[in-house]
T-cell receptor, first 114, second 116 residues
């Protein structure tokens, strides 16, 4: 079942912060975050693992709340280059044999204005 | 390393025509995937492969066939194209190792397909 992302879209001014949420109705093994620029392929940002810690690089970080079955992506002091659509990909390791089959959310469109 | 490549980049078909999309990866990945992306729908899995010679259905497999004759290539076929198959198609690959907890999927640049 597809994870639900919120908000669907957000507009920021340069330097502002944003939070994007990804919620699942099933227990998660991991959450993968991607960013996609218009007309380009999704680019991997980071993985959050079950039992893992909050991750981050540069001014983008993420957390994983196993109990709430959700992950949040935090963009701090946003830059123009952060504009794009952010997707979460959720991994459920029930009885499948695949290493990392992902189910993607519908995406959050982020626009950063000067 | 070219990563994941896809050909063609663009294609226009008429209803009923057939075509094959080619995906190639040079990372020695075991797993390969085909997705379609429609506006506001995110990425939906069409078919995937967990190794050379294997294929399996994803979420939206109807109207598509796939083949994985070589480890580095994954082909997506449309036997009789329909306007509902107008979309952007992405190929992805991953190591597919459960032991590698940080394994993720790497995407190709996409193929924009229009069916008239």
């Amino acid at each position: 079942q597809q994870p639900v992302q919120s908000p669907q879209a957000v507009i920021l001014r340069e330097g502002e912060d944003a939070v994007i949420n990804c919620s699942s109705s099933k227990a998660l093994y991991s959450v993968h975050w991607y960013r996609q620029k218009h007309g380009e392929a999704p680019v991997f940002l980071m993985i959050l693992l079950k039992g893992g810690e909050q991750k981050g690089h540069d001014k983008i970080s993420a957390s994983f709340n196993e109990k709430k079955q959700q992950s949040s992506l935090y963009l701090t002091a946003s830059q123009l280059s952060y504009s794009g659509t952010y997707f979460c990909g959720t991994e459920y390791r029930e009885n499948n044999n695949a290493g990392n089959m992902l189910t993607f959310g519908g995406g959050t469109r982020l626009m950063v204005k000067p | 390393n070219a990563g994941v490549t896809q050909t063609p980049k663009f294609r226009v078909l008429k209803t009923g025509q057939s075509m094959t999309l080619l995906c190639a990866q040079d990372m020695n990945h075991e797993y390969m995937y085909w997705y379609r992306q429609d506006p506001g729908m995110g990425l939906r899995l069409i078919h995937y492969s967990v190794g050379e010679g294997t294929t399996a259905k994803g979420e939206v497999p109807d109207g598509y066939n796939v083949s994985r004759l070589k480890k580095q290539n994954f082909l997506l076929g449309l036997e009789s194209a329909a306007p509902s198959q107008t979309s952007v198609y992405f190929c992805a690959s991953s190591y597919g190792l459960r032991e590698v907890s940080t394994d993720t999927q790497y995407f190709g640049p996409g193929t924009r397909l229009t069916v008239l």
